[in-house]
Every structure is written in C-alpha cells, then in structure tokens.
C-alpha cells in the first residue's frame, strides 16, 4: 500500500479517497459474488427439493388455476399482484362480456350504472415475480411468465412445492377444475373461428338458457336431447363397429324459428362448449378450415351456421353443387378478393376426413336447404334433420305460458284472502328457473293458473297458424311482457299491423328490385350504347387515317416526280412507266417489272385518272416490254434482271443522250 502511496503521490492524488473507493469496489463484489453463490445454491435446493409443475396457456389447466388463483384470499396479503375486472382465459385475459361481476358481494345485485352492472375486482399474480401461497400444510411457489416474451403473448405459470411426492399438486389442480367447472356450470363458453391465424378464440360465456325455454312441437326436443345424450355415452360402441365417432344434426327452416337458439340451450343441459363457424367469412380456404376441425375438441358442440350462405358466393366449385349461386348472389369476384377459397370438397373433408375430431357434434343450420348438395346432407355427414317451421297455435300457446307465469299450486290456497291479480312477484323466480339468474328489476302481474291457461288459448286461437315467425310473437309478447291481459286482448290488432307491414315491406321490396333491375337495365342500355358509339368513333377515325395516308402518299408521289423532273432535266437515271413516259430516278435503281401487259395498263390508266401523278412507288411499274423499247431520252437496260414470281427486278443506268 505504501508503494502505491509512493506512486500516487507525485500524481496529487488524494490516497485516502482512493482506498476508499478501492474498498468499496472489494466490498461491493464480494457482496454480488455472495448473492449469485445463494442465488444458484437456493436454485439448486428448489430443483432438488421442490416439485414443480409448468401450466401453459394453451392448455385448460392454466385457466383452472387462474381462476383458482383469483379467488385466493392470499392476495390481499401480497405486495405485488395484477388487478384486473377481466376473465382469464386460455386466449388471455379477456374484458368480462358478461358484466355479472359485482364490485361487492354486499351491494345490491341489481345496481346499474349507466346500464352496465358492476364489475367484480380479481387480483392474480403479476408475471415474473415469485409469489408464496399456503396451501394444504405446503407453501407453494408460484411465478407467472410470458412465455415468448419478444411477442408480448403468450403466458405460463410455474408452482413449486416441496413436498416426497406430487399429490399435493394433482389435489391442486383437480381443486381447481372443481372450482372453475362449478363457475361455469351456468354458462355456456363460446369459441369463434379465426381465419386469420386458423385457430379458435374464446367470445365469451353466455348464461345457460333451459331447455324448457324453446317452444318446438312436442317431442322435438327429448328426442334431440336424447339422440345427443346416447351418442356422447356411446364412444366404444362406435370403436367396436369402426364407425368414426361423429354425429351430425341439420336444422332447417325459416328464419327465426328457434333454430341457434336450440343449440345453445342444448349445449347448456349436456355442458358443452360451442365451437362456431362462419364458413362464409373472409379468408376462409380448405386449409384454414381443416385446421379449425383438427384443432376441435373432442367433446364439444361444432355449429356450422347458415350453411347454404357459404356457397351462395360460388366458392370455387361448380354451380351444379351446393347452393347453387344466383345471379343474384354469386358475386364471384368477391371470393378471390377476400382471399376465400372454400371448396364444397374442402368443406366435406374437413368434416369427415382424416384429421377431423371425433366426438364432436356437428350442428348446422340453413334456411334454405334446397341449396345444399346431398352429399353435404347425407347420412353420416347429417344423421338427423329437424324441419323449424313459422309458429303453430301449439307453439303460441306454450310461449305465451312461458312469458307469463301462473301462480304455483301452493300459493293458491294461501293467497285465497287476496286477490290474485293483485299479487306481484319477482319473474326470475317463476319464469326462468335459472339457479343464477339475476332479477329483472320489474315485476308482472302472476294469474292464476286457469287464468294463464284460459289467455294462452285465447293469444293462440288468434295466431294464424304458420304465419307469424316465433321471433315475431316474443317480439310482441316482449313489448307487453307487464300487461298479459292486454297482450291478448290487442293481439288480433297486432297482427293486422303485421300483415299490413309485411305487405308493406313486400312492396317496398318488389319496388326496390324493380328499381334496381330497371337500373341495371338502363346501365346495361347505356353500356351498349356506349360500345357502338365507341366502334362507329374507331371506325371513322381509322378511315381518317387512311384518307390521311393516301393523301401523304399522293403528297410524296408529286414530290418524286418533281424530283425526277429536276433530274432527268440534268442528266441521271430514268424509270419507265408503263405508260410510256420516262421519269428520272437515282442513277441505280431497282425497278419492278409486271409481267401482265394489262395490270401496267390499268395503272397507267389510273395515273392519267389521277392526272398522271400517282405516289404510290408500286403503281409507278414498268414493264419489261416497255423497258426493252428505246424511249426518248431512254438509255439501255444494261443490269441485272431478276425474277421474283411474276415481277422481274432490273437495274436500269443512265446513259448521256446522244447529241444530235
Ligand atoms: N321455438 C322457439 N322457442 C322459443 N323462442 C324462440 C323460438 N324460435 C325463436 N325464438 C326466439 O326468437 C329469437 C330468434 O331465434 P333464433 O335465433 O334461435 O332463430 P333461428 O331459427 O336460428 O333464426 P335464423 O335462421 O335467422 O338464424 C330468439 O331470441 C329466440 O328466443
């Protein structure tokens, strides 16, 4: 040290300060060399003393414990931690679409604000920080992180326990399903196509709607409950006859007729997801289609809507195939610029062929079935068709007795002080037996049974039957959802203004398609008018510019005779027309010799006609006739004479004229 000092101090260093920073730089390696060393040594404790397990997003475990997470008191006691008022989902974390989050289990369930409900504060852990929870006798280590982190997506979860063996993380996990499959219980979870990336996306769960909601002819609707519930136990069965274990289900129809609503409810009693498909939308292709089947699970509902719309667009295949295309709705252009190319056999393979999941089942719907191909509607593809037609007298009856509830049995006899038109009660609790559905925030009027009865076939006798699409009476009985009553006593009314709007917007319609094919009519008309102005303009401009050449030519012609003149004036060569006259030219050139007397002839003719100025170098042929007689001022052919079919090419060379 004192070297050192020696060596500093001509330089006027102040030694002590830099000890002090030479002992800051020592202590302060030695404190980062100490915290790498525990850093690794407590790594390799963890990887030899902690079990761990890995969850990735793209997998439901993920979602489980996320939602398990969520809900773990333990967060109120973290430091660090996300707030968020979204779901997580595989996807991600999505804005909650269903708005049944309340801030406070406390608060009134029915507040709104500003129409939306409040949203329930969820706190999970924030990514890449380590986190400890205690769970069942074990301290869990749980690290959130992204797993491609460079794209900003994607996100795993990481939960370390020490523990002899992994039962405490099965327990874990399969505590976790319980508590997410309990959550969904009442929802249905909806996943939609993404052509772009040819993967699904979550779109949100949709309250389950019961079965006894949808008002179909008697039967229907057990028989398709059944039909679903026997192919989902049947897995072996289909294995041992070597049947592919799908089923496919078609319902067509008239619009509005229940149809998607169906599906939905059907999903909801067999706790199935949706998975649906859009095969008409933009950038659909066979590829991106067969991908989307693959990538199904097995035990789902596969919705195919409106089937004859994704061939109305004439998808590269033939017109004689599945929804034949309309000149009308064929705009075959349209698929090649959106990028569309869906086949019907795309469509078929996809459905049926190798890579297609087994166990799903496949609802679609159509409202046109004529247009769809057989073999999209066979058997096998499409095992069973339900036809949805406008509403029945049966079908208005049960909806009515859907919308209005009647007073149950018990209630009667204790309710016989009062009156019971009087009594009002909640519609939640009568009308829609969901376990979780929220009050409506109104009340109606609930009769007496006889009462309902005696209106609903009141409201049915004035349906005409077949007429009025269900849509159509819920949108009526929607309007008087508090005046049952009168509901049925102005229904005959309401049905005059529904026809007189439906006559009224056929017309409109009718009009409109007259005006626009009278538009097209003019367009095409103009069009036409159009291309034959254009064709008598081309043709008078071609003629112009042939009149225009001649002239040209006639103009050059006078030149050259000018020309010749001036020449043979001071000696040269000489061409010989076939009229006999003698015209100066270079003093070698090549002249065309007809073999025809009569063509030279016509062509001296026609140069008289034009006052023996012709342009035109061919018209001024000489013959050879003509050549061989001496002419004044004519000197011998003394070249070359070459035969070219009937014309013979000489070269023809002044001579002085003799002087007199
Ligand atoms: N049979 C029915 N029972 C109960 N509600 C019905 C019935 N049919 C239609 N509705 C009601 O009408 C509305 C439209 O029904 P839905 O969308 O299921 O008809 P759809 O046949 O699928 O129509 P589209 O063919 O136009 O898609 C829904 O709100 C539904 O509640």
């Known amino acids: 040290m004192d070297a050192l000092k020696n060596m500093l101090s001509p330089l006027g260093m102040n030694t002590n300060a830099l000890q002090d920073t030479l002992k800051l730089v020592v202590i302060g390696g030695t404190v980062e060399t100490a915290r790498r060393i525990s850093v690794s040594a407590w790594n390799g404790f963890v990887d030899s003393f902690f079990l761990t397990a890995h969850f990735s997003q793209e997998d439901y475990p993920y979602d489980w414990l996320m939602h398990w997470l969520s809900k773990q008191p333990a967060w109120g006691r973290s430091r660090e931690f996300d707030i968020t008022t979204r779901t997580v989902t595989r996807s991600g974390i999505t804005q909650s679409t269903t708005g049944d989050l309340e801030e406070d289990e406390d608060e009134d369930e029915e507040a709104l604000i500003h129409g939306r409900k409040k949203r329930k504060v969820a706190f999970l852990p924030s990514l890449d920080t380590t986190h400890t929870i205690y769970y069942r006798g ?240 066979r058997p096998g593809r499409m095992d069973v068709w339900v036809n949805f037609t406008h509403a029945t007298k049966w079908q208005a009856e049960g909806i009515f007795k859907c919308f209005f509830p ?100 056929k017309k409109e319609k009718a009009e409109r398609e007259a005006k626009e094919k009278e538009a097209e009519e003019r367009e095409r008309k103009e069009r036409e008018g159009k291309a034959v102005k254009e064709q008598e303009e081309k043709e008078t401009r071609e003629k112009l510019e042939r009149k225009e050449r001649a002239k040209a030519k006639k103009v050059h012609r006078v030149e050259a005779v000018l020309k010749l003149d001036s020449a043979t004036s001071c000696g040269g060569s000489t061409v010989i027309n076939s009229s006999g006259e003698s015209t100066p030219t270079e003093p070698i050139m090549p002249v065309i010799i007809s073999n025809s007397k009569s063509e030279s002839s016509s062509s001296s003719e026609s140069d008289s006609s034009n006052g023996g100025i012709e342009a035109d170098t061919e018209e001024s042929i000489t013959s050879e006739e003509e050549i061989d007689k001496p002419a004044g001022g004519i000197s011998t052919i003394n070249s070359t004479t070459k035969e070219s079919g009937k014309e013979k090419w000489v070269a023809v060379r002044a001579q002085p004229e003799p002087v007199d």
């Not at 004035?462 to 009168?486: C, D, F, T």
């Open 406 to 505: 009647s007073k149950p049995k018990a209630s009667l006899s204790s309710s016989s002080t009062t009156p019971a038109t009087e009594e009002k009660t909640d519609i939640s609790q009568k009308n829609l037996p969901l376990p979780k559905r929220k009050t409506l925030g109104h009340t109606i009027p609930v009769l007496e049974e006889a009462e309902i009865a005696e209106l609903a076939k009141r409201f049915a006798d004035a349906i005409p039957e077949g007429e009025l699409s269900v849509a159509a009476l819920q949108g009526y009985l929607l309007k008087n959802k508090l005046r049952p009553r009168e509901c049925v006593d102005e229904v005959g009314e309401w049905i005059i203004q529904e026809r007189e709007m439906r006559e009224k917007l």
């Open 138 to 377: 074990h301290w869990l280590r749980i690290t959130r992180t992204r797993r491609y982190p460079d794209y900003g997506h994607g996100a795993a979860l990481k939960i370390s326990v020490v523990a002899r063996s992994n039962d405490i993380l099965k327990k874990l996990v399969l505590e976790a399903k319980r508590e997410y499959e309990k959550d969904a219980e009442h929802r249905v979870h909806i996943f939609l196509a993404d052509t772009t990336y040819g993967c699904w996306r979550w779109n949100g769960a949709r309250q389950k709607r019961p079965l006894s909601s949808i008002v179909l002819q008697p039967g229907v609707k057990d028989m398709l409950l059944a039909d679903c519930k026997d192919f989902l136990a049947s897995e072996d069965w289909y294995a041992e006859r070597g049947i592919p274990f799908r089923r496919g289900y078609l319902l067509h129809g008239v619009p509005g007729s229940g149809k998607t609503s169906l599906i939905h409810s059907l999903a909801g009693e067999l706790g199935l997801d949706i998975y649906v498909v859009s095969l008409s939308s933009k950038g659909m292709s066979d590829n991106t289609l067969t991908t989307l089947m693959s990538h199904v699970p097995s035990r789902c509902i596969l919705l195919l809507e409106d089937l004859d719309a994704a061939f109305t667009r004439s998808v590269s295949r033939d017109s004689s195939s599945t929804g034949v295309p309309t000149a009308s709705n064929s705009p075959n252009n349209t698929n090649e610029s959106d990028g569309s190319t869906l086949s019907l056999s795309g469509l078929l393979n996809s459905l049926d062929g190798v890579a297609a999941a087994e166990g799903r089942l496949l609802f679609a719907t159509t409202n046109h079935i004529e247009r769809l191909d057989p073999a999209l509607s």
